[in-house]
């Protein structure tokens, strides 16, 4: 992996701390938000780990059932 690869998957990672930041912060489970955007837990999972890259309709969807603000998933 190169620097810049490295680069996006760091930012990719900290998008999913912010998720699961605000997640938890809400006390919904992994299994409660993948029922409101419409996926499986497994997908929040790889998601919050940093290991799975979806569309920015996704996130935004996240965002929305988080009623967080999309740029607070992604200062970094």
């Known amino acids: 992996m190169n620097d810049e690869q490295e680069k996006v998957q760091a930012r990719i990672h900290s998008l999913g701390q912010q998720i699961r930041a605000h997640r938890i912060a809400q006390n919904l489970s992994q299994q409660r938000l993948a029922l ?3 996926t ?11 290991k799975h890259n979806t569309g920015i309709a996704k996130y935004i969807e996240i965002a929305d059932a988080l009623d967080a603000p999309f740029n607070s998933l992604i200062n970094f």
């Open 36 to 38: 409101m955007v419409h």
């Open 40 to 50: 499986d837990q497994a997908v929040i999972a790889r998601i919050e780990a940093g």
